[in-house]
């Protein structure tokens, strides 16, 4: 998500000999290799899919066993009083780098990842849009993942931190918009610890309508507008080129709120809205250099794909919305699971979308 500040500390503190002692107990459960293969990168899902062990980042999230039986962990996430996506222990080990990158998925366009180091050393360092920082133990920090950003851990142990997703209530953005103002303001709010708790039951919230099955026109708008502002206001875009992206991309956001109109979220529309996001990508000019989509320097087309063209028309949800929209059963009767898969890969559906 995009924020006012490389990196905003919020006014919030946890006992860090109690995450420790947490984490410590969770030491010899199979942590989940990085989905990106990145050396010394783990994971422990806290809140998922089902609850279940997987990184994926849509569907219905539910806390898993881990985070269960772990009260300091929970109490923590629930004090923040927000819904949150999929969160996680992520442990880099001594000596291991994350590499610099953008996060441009769809999943980081309103969401933001908050940070509670857990166990750290003096030698982890984040490093974002060219500045960088130290998070200590029990402090609590988000940071713009639309700038350019890599973390490096040179210290001789491994840094775990709780890293949980939230979009974030308008209470949570008004406690970053006033932690920040303070710090440029040289007057830093305290922070407020959050103790833990012996025996205090919370709930956790979590999504579970993240992503629809089908994009509305009014997200599909927010999503093409923000990229469209972005490429305008790159000075060293071709003129021509950025021209030739606005108009397909405007015109991608009408004819998509046309066959919304005639479809909805139904399975009858699936294979028209995949039609007119192959269509559109095909018409999106690919130039030498490329029309770039802001200034961390990633090009406009992979930003639209990313955020736009993974995501659009995601199947695998459809029976999760039928069911929440109107008490319908667990499989849409709609679809059967030996039909092809309306995606258009060829294979049936039970083997492609509708893997559960």
């Known amino acids: 998500m995009k924020l006012e500040a490389p990196f905003i500390r919020l ?16 030491e010899d459960v199979p942590w989940r290799q990085h989905p990106d293969k990145t050396d010394g990168n783990s994971a422990l899902p806290l809140i998922s899919v089902d609850g279940g062990d997987n990184d994926d980042a849509s569907g219905d999230m539910r806390p ?36 610099e990158h953008v996060d441009v998925h769809h ?8 940070h509670v180091p857990v166990v750290t050393n003096p030698q982890v360092t984040f490093h974002c849009g060219g500045e960088h920082r130290h998070m200590a133990a029990g402090e609590c920090w988000i940071f713009d993942t639309w700038r350019l950003h890599r973390v490096e851990n040179r ?35 305290e922070p407020r610890l959050v103790p833990y708790v012996e025996g205090q039951q919370v709930q956790v919230r979590t999504e579970r309508y993240g992503q629809q099955t089908v994009m509305s026109p009014g997200e599909i708008d927010h999503l093409v507008s923000d ?8 000075p060293d875009n071709d003129t021509a080129q950025a021209a030739e992206y ?38 999106l000019p690919d130039g030498d250099p490329p029309v770039l989509g802001g200034d961390n320097g990633v090009a406009a087309k992979r930003i ?22 109107s008490a319908a ?24 979308h509708g893997v559960s």
């Open 11 to 26: 006014p919030l503190r946890f006992d860090a000999e109690r995450l420790a002692h947490e984490l410590s107990l969770l």
């Open 107 to 114: 999943h980081w366009f309103n969401r933001v990842r908050v």
């Open 64 to 99: 898993t066993p881990y985070l269960e039986r772990s009260p300091y962990l929970k109490q923590v996430i629930a004090s923040f009083d927000e819904v949150f996506g999929r969160s996680r222990l992520m442990r880099l080990a001594p000596g291991c780098d994350v590499s």
């Open 329 to 352: 059963p667990a499989t849409d009767p709609g679809l059967g699971r030996n039909a092809p898969c309306p995606c258009g890969s060829g294979r049936r559906y039970k083997h492609c």
């Open 155 to 189: 210290g001789q142990q491994s840094r775990t931190h709780l890293v949980i997703d939230t979009a974030g209530s308008s209470r949570f953005w008004e406690m970053a918009s006033r932690a920040l103002a303070a710090e440029r303001a040289g007057r830093p709010i």
């Open 246 to 283: 606005r108009r397909v991309l405007f015109g991608f956001c009408k004819d998509w709120r046309a066959l919304w109109y005639q479809y909805g979220i139904h399975e009858a529309g699936w294979l028209q809205y995949d039609a007119l996001l192959k269509a559109t990508l095909a018409a």
């Open 227 to 234: 990229l469209i502002r972005d490429l305008s206001a790159r």
């Open 304 to 325: 639209f794909i990313e955020r736009v063209g993974y995501t659009a028309v995601q199947p695998r949800l459809h029976p999760q919305f039928l069911r929440g929209l």
